[in-house]
């Protein structure tokens, strides 16, 4: 590289990052893996791990015929719970919205939403946060997400299927050449 500012740089400078931005990038399911596999650690008072509360959920979006899309969202959508459990469902969206179609962004981002309704009605709350998003496109698929997938997917008995499984759904939707959601 050359420039010191952006505004200094050259078609070539450009050229050498981008060739790094794809080795880099040919990388990124191994990194989302090993995401995934720290998630074994973490249990965040739950009676499972939230890598098996991830498998759990992957399992039965699989099982349930889900696309490959949304079985990999499924498995990486509690992914960012260790670094921010209140707004884990937009980080972990944003990290896979340039793989992914519109209505799998928005399950994933509004999943914590929701799923909320369960916990509002044994600790009480709101139990219709989901009902502004009725008249979306991805509703029904943030509602099958939710209500089948995601919150019944704590029973530590359940026999998931095992990380390495999922890898080839993992290369095949982060193998595709990513979408600038900005462009």
């Given amino acids: 590289m050359t420039f010191t500012s952006m505004d200094k740089s050259c078609v070539e400078d450009w050229e050498r990052i981008n060739e790094k931005n794809l080795e880099r990038r040919a990388h990124f399911p191994n990194r989302l ?3 995934l596999e720290n998630l074994d650690s973490y249990i965040g008072g739950f ?3 939230q890598l098996h509360h991830a498998l759990h959920t992957a399992t039965v979006a699989y099982r349930d015929g ?3 899309e949304m079985v990999v969202a499924a498995l990486l959508h509690d992914v960012c719970k260790p670094i921010n459990e209140p707004n884990h469902g937009p980080m972990a ?3 896979i919205r340039p793989y992914v179609s519109n209505i799998t962004y928005n399950v994933i981002y509004t999943h914590e939403l929701f799923v909320d309704r369960f916990q509002a009605e044994v ?3 709101n139990t219709h946060l989901r009902e502004p ?3 979306e496109p991805w509703f029904d698929a943030a ?3 939710a209500d089948q997938w995601d919150q019944a ?3 530590p008995k359940f026999n998931v299927m095992q990380l390495e499984e999922f890898q080839p759904l993992l290369e095949g939707v982060f193998g595709r050449t990513p979408k600038c959601w900005w462009r």
Wanted: aromatic share 12%; hydrophobic share 45%.
């Fill in 33 to 35: 893996r090993s995401m």
């Fill in 133 to 135: 998003y009725r008249s």
């Fill in 93 to 95: 969206a944003e990290l």
């Fill in 66 to 68: 889900a696309s490959d």
């Fill in 47 to 49: 009676g499972v791990s």
């Fill in 153 to 155: 997917a704590f029973d």
């Fill in 143 to 145: 509602v099958i997400f």
């Fill in 123 to 125: 600790v009480g709350g």
